[in-house]
T-cell receptor, first 109, second 114 residues
Framework: GQSLEQPSEVTAVEGAIVQINCTYQ??????LSWYQQHDGGAPTFLSY????GLEETGRFSSFLSRSDSYGYLLLQELQMKDSASYFC??????????FGSGTRLLVRP | DAGITQSPRYKITETGRQVTLMCHQT?????MFWYRQDLGHGLRLIYY???????DKGEVPDGYVVSRSKTENFPLTLESATRSQTSVYFC?????????????FGPGTRLLVL
């Protein structure tokens, strides 16, 4: 079977750093993606890791360890607008994305 | 307008009726997908298509039918709607392998089955 595990909810303070973890078990693996979704909106792409290591895009970074079937999304200098749901997703052997259940991030003043 | 669009954006229907949700993309992306999103379940794949005239089942295909006669369109039909199909439906597209890893989502269709 295929499964992705991520925390259901995380709370952090504005200006802080937060890490959202994702572990996966899938049949076939091309890479790990992260998507952001604000309430009432559509998911939007944040990052993609095909190889082990850290990818940085502005305040957001994403990490992958293929041997541990593990990745994380790191958000720095948190802003109120970062309050949203964050989904990890595996690109599997059929080249389709399988999503986790999402982590709801609440940024407090 | 360039991008990926869905229609209708909101739909109320009754149990047993047939409903078709439309999805259109202007990028000529090879891959197109239909997901449903329910509270606590994230995004679950219903059907996907790797190219025109090629479709395949996802995680939750029962009760749904898709077709892809043209690259840019990927309609989803609920043959006989049930209350359990009340959900938010997202269409998405992505380019072919090796041409980019971003998957683009439409704005969603909010479907209520009474």
């Amino acid at each position: 079977g295929q499964s992705l595990e991520q925390p259901s909810e995380v709370t952090a303070v504005e200006g802080a750093i937060v890490q959202i973890n994702c572990t996966y078990q899938t049949s076939g693996f091309y890479g790990l993606s992260w998507y952001q979704q604000h309430d009432g909106g559509a998911p939007t792409f944040l990052s993609y890791n095909a190889l082990d290591g850290l990818e940085e895009t502005g305040r957001f970074s994403s990490f992958l360890s293929r041997s541990d079937s593990y990745g994380y999304l790191l958000l720095q200098e948190l802003q109120m607008k970062d309050s949203a749901s964050y989904f990890c997703a595996v690109l599997d052997s059929s080249y389709k994305l399988i999503f986790g259940s999402g982590t709801r991030l609440l940024v407090r003043p | 307008d360039a991008g990926i669009t869905q229609s209708p954006r909101y739909k109320i229907t009754e149990t047993g009726r047939q409903v078709t949700l439309m999805c259109h993309q202007t990028w000529s992306h090879s891959y197109m997908f239909w997901y449903r999103q329910d509270l606590g379940h994230g995004l679950r794949l219903i059907y996907y298509s790797a190219a025109a005239d090629i479709t395949d089942k996802g995680e939750v295909p029962d009760g749904y039918v898709v077709s892809r006669s043209k690259t840019e369109n990927f309609p989803l039909t609920l043959e006989s709607a049930t209350r359990s199909q009340t959900s938010v439906y997202f269409c998405a597209s992505r380019p072919d392998r090796g041409q980019g890893e971003t998957q683009y989502f439409g704005p969603g269709t909010r479907l209520l089955v009474l």
